[in-house]
């Protein structure tokens, strides 16, 4: 049995960079915790699904589509199921980000 190595590059479509492109978030913090989840998630499972199966994703854009539809889609449900456990500590880090905006305050993650 041969391994082949592990492309552990991180491709984020134009929906995943606006959800995390900003320096503070916006929303509630236990859905931007969710969608935090689900962008670091997807990026996972999309490097844990086989590259070379086109008898089962198909060929071609219509495969990788399908290949990448089904990555978010799973990573979406163990987001919300907080399978890595890090809902509460990203929800709590997300409000202190959110408190420093609405204080007029500087980035507290920064330390500045």
Avoid: C, Y
Avoid at 24 to 47: N, S, W
Avoid at 72 to 91: F, N, S
């Amino acid at each position: 049995m041969t391994t082949q190595p592990v492309d552990a590059s991180f491709h984020l479509g134009t929906a995943q960079l606006a959800r995390v492109s900003s320096a503070r978030p916006t929303g509630d913090a236990k859905t931007v915790q969710k969608d935090f989840q689900a962008v670091v998630l997807t990026t996972m499972i999309e490097a844990m699904l086989p590259q070379d199966a086109q008898s089962v994703f198909g060929s071609g854009t219509a495969g990788s589509v399908w290949r990448s539809m089904l990555a978010d889609k799973l990573a979406h449900q163990l987001a919300e199921r907080d399978v890595l456990g890090l809902g509460g500590t990203l929800e709590r880090h997300i409000e202190t980000l959110q408190k420093g905006r609405t204080n007029g305050g500087s980035n507290p993650a920064s330390g500045a």
